[in-house]
């Protein structure tokens, strides 16, 4: 059984091993210490957490648990809901993700700019694990007011648009997300740096 005297020591290499080889018992435990005032404690479990979900299907059982941490007036435990949700949005198959998407989109309103940047990135898992998602969720990006945050964020919140959107449109591409695309590289919120990385991967 996971204690804090073995999760504390796990480094950010090892985690990913680390997170094999939980037993199922310890998940419980985890989700427990995401709530805990602790900060090293609460961030430790939720790495621990988000590398499970990359490799097994034990944490989605606590969806609900993580839908809830979205509408928390704790910014923490806002991004700590959307993060793993978006990890676990691939063994979604009773299509929760579907249910709550809207709860989901409007974090991208957030008072906070971090909360914004985790949830506009974690859209790019949920956009590739559910296909039929896509449309809404660059609908969204494609619509977020981007002015109305503070001036020295609206560069990264820019590039972390265009990367979804990106990847989107490998799959899915329209004359919106192209649009916006197009318009983001000639206008002038981006570098000339940032201008090259983007244009690069078209």
């Keep these: 059984m996971i204690t804090i005297d073995s999760l504390m020591p796990i480094s950010k290499s090892d985690l990913q091993e680390s997170s094999k080889t939980l037993n199922k018992e310890d998940i419980p435990q985890l989700i427990e210490w995401l709530t805990s005032k602790d900060d090293s404690i609460r961030y430790q479990a939720f790495l621990l957490l988000q590398n499970r979900s990359l490799f097994f299907a034990d944490v989605y059982p606590y969806w609900d648990t993580l839908r809830n941490k979205l509408k928390s007036d704790n910014s923490y435990q ?5 993060m793993l949700i978006a990890e676990n949005t691939k063994w979604d198959t009773e299509n929760r993700m579907e249910c ?8 991208l309103n957030d008072k906070k700019p971090i909360t914004i940047r985790q949830c506009i990135q974690s859209l790019g898992t949920i956009a590739m694990a559910k296909p039929g998602l896509q449309d809404r969720i660059a609908s969204r990006l494609i619509n977020l007011d981007i002015s109305a945050v503070k001036e020295t964020m609206r560069k990264s919140i820019l590039l972390d648009i265009l990367n979804v959107l990106l990847i989107i449109k490998k799959s899915h591409k329209t004359d919106e997300i192209e649009s916006y695309i197009l318009n983001a ?11 090259n990385q983007i244009g690069a991967l078209l």
């Excluded at 806002?78 to 959307?82: E, K, M, T």
């Excluded at 709550?100 to 974090?107: E, F, K, Q």
């Design 185 to 195: 590289l000639s206008g002038e919120i981006l570098d000339k740096k940032s201008k």
């Design 78 to 82: 806002r991004s700590i809901g959307l």
């Design 100 to 107: 709550i998407i809207d709860d989901y989109l409007t974090l």
